[in-house]
Nanobody, 125 residues
């Protein structure tokens, strides 16, 4: 299984920015797709963004388009999620996940085989 480690969460005021990092233990077919998900208590895990690492294709859920950017540094086996213009409703535990599939249904958590422990992002109004 691919090991994943998130970092970069914290507390920020509305309108602020946070950058999350996800270091993967390998860059292989098993980590071809890396996605960011978020979850608040009592709700299902929501796909936020994903990147197909070999192709560079990027995917976003509608609510974050224009505000969040997913990117990668393959030399560091790291995928980033730059979050700008944050809103209180962006507050959640953020997880990165890795899978071997392509971008089809990237937002489905069940398609990812490996998960990190999560990092909390709290946005205050």
């Amino acid at each position: 299984q691919v090991q994943l480690a998130e970092s970069g969460g914290g507390s920020v005021q509305a309108g602020g920015s946070v950058r999350l990092s996800c270091v993967t233990s390998e860059y292989t077919s098993r980590s071809r797709m890396v996605g960011w998900f978020r979850q608040v208590p009592g709700k299902e895990r929501e796909g936020v963004a994903a990147i197909n690492r070999p192709d560079g294709w990027r995917y976003y859920t509608e609510s974050v388009k224009g505000r969040f950017t997913i990117s990668q540094n393959n030399a560091r086996n790291t995928v980033y999620l730059q979050m700008n213009s944050l809103k209180p409703e962006d507050s959640a535990m953020y997880y990165c996940a890795a899978g071997s599939m392509d971008g089809d249904r990237w937002y489905e958590a069940g398609r990812y085989a490996s998960w990190g422990q999560g990092t909390q992002v709290t946005v205050s109004s």
